[in-house]
């Protein structure tokens, strides 16, 4: 199963829906920034796709809900 999230996107907003990241917990990886803080709604490079633009945070926000509620999957 996979877990979505919402992404900040090139809005600078909570727009984008995305899987959720493997390493965005990761107090070593890239989602720690230069003060050891973790942003885990910043995409990276380790961050599987696809990111999902939805130009709202409250879309956002329901479109991350219903694919979790649905147990969406990405397929190849």
């Known amino acids: 199963m996979t877990a979505w999230r919402t992404i900040i996107t090139d809005s600078e907003s909570l727009t984008g829906v995305a899987p959720v990241c493997g390493r ?3 107090p070593t990886g890239m989602h720690c920034g230069d003060r050891g803080q973790l942003i885990p709604n910043w995409v990276f490079d ?5 990111h ?3 130009y709202s945070e409250r879309v ?3 479109v991350a ?6 147990d969406a999957e990405v397929c190849s």
């Open 24 to 26: 965005q917990d990761d």
């Open 46 to 50: 380790c961050c599987p796709g696809p």
């Open 52 to 54: 999902i633009e939805t």
């Open 60 to 62: 956002a926000r329901r």
């Open 65 to 70: 809900r219903d694919l979790n509620a649905a």
